[in-house]
């Protein structure tokens, strides 16, 4: 009977995850709905002006950012995930012990991360002046 799988066990086990979804879910509206119901209004013009330290606005405050800033952004984030990967395999390879099977998974990982890590140096996308 060792083979069969006992449903009840597992079941329970998703639990935990059952809550942080439903917080997860729940919290926005109602963190929102707080800050709608709670926070002052204000209809004035000046509310609605640029606000530079106290002093008197000068041009506009829309401005465009170079392309070269938003790339430099977006290859930060795909290098921040990868430490984000990266960090509970190292905790559970020093911790437990891993297999093979997880080993060979994470250096893919590493390896298309790395392959994306050489092609921005090669596109010099991660230059911050030109």
Not at 12 to 39: D, E, R
Not at 84 to 111: C, R, S
């Amino acid at each position: 009977m060792s083979g069969i799988i006992d449903t009840s066990n597992v079941i329970y086990s998703y639990i935990p995850v059952a809550i942080i979804l439903v917080v997860a879910l729940v919290m926005p509206p109602i963190t929102m709905f707080i800050v709608k119901t709670l926070s002052p209004r204000s209809r004035g013009v000046a509310k609605y002006e640029t606000y530079e330290s106290g002093s008197v606005p000068i041009g506009n405050a829309r401005i465009q950012f170079d392309v070269e800033y938003y790339l430099y952004a977006i290859a930060f984030v795909l290098f921040d995930i990868e430490v984000l990967f990266l960090y509970p395999w190292a905790t559970i390879f020093k911790g437990h012990g891993i297999t093979g099977i997880a080993t060979v998974e994470m250096l893919v990982f590493i390896f298309v991360v790395l392959f994306g890590y050489v092609y921005l140096l090669k596109k010099e996308a991660l230059k911050w002046m030109k």
